[in-house]
């Protein structure tokens, strides 16, 4: 049995038909349609389009386009700007001069700069946890019953 707590007074527990029975009205809800689009379908074009193919830049892009995964973007924005987002940080880490390719696009830069600021972000909040402070957090949890 699974319980969920909201507050210390109110539990609610669920069975797992409970769960099963919730997930199926999520997927009628959705009338089956469980076609999801990536960011990595449109990756590869864009980077031979761009004229990109330096393999430490696609596999830099790559990796980009994997963390974005952790991020709620997904959710949010279009896969083909999340790919556009992670090409521009790339290149702008890379030094390699695409600004012409993408005066070429007819996509809006303010959206895939912003998308690339909430990457950068991510990166900055995540490089605050040091591994001497969650080794300080486990031993704080550790220590305290």
Not at 61 to 86: K, Q
Not at 96 to 112: A, G, Q
């Amino acid at each position: 049995m699974l319980s969920l707590s909201v507050d210390a007074d109110e539990k609610f527990r669920y069975e797992i038909k409970d769960i099963l029975e919730m997930e199926m009205k999520v997927l009628e809800a959705l009338n089956f349609y469980l076609v999801v689009f990536h960011p990595y379908r449109s990756l590869p074009e864009f980077l031979q389009d761009s004229g990109i193919n330096d393999t430490s830049m696609t596999h830099l892009t790559w990796g980009l386009v994997n963390d974005t995964y952790r991020m709620d973007l997904i959710l949010i924005h279009p896969p083909f700007l999340i790919t556009l987002a992670c090409i521009y940080i790339a290149s702008v880490h890379k030094e390699k001069d695409i600004r012409t390719w993408f005066e070429e696009l007819s996509v809006d830069m303010n959206i895939v700069k912003n998308i690339a600021m909430e990457i950068l972000d991510f990166y900055e909040n995540h490089r605050l946890f040091t591994e001497e402070r969650v080794h300080a957090a486990f031993n704080k949890l550790a220590t305290n019953p």
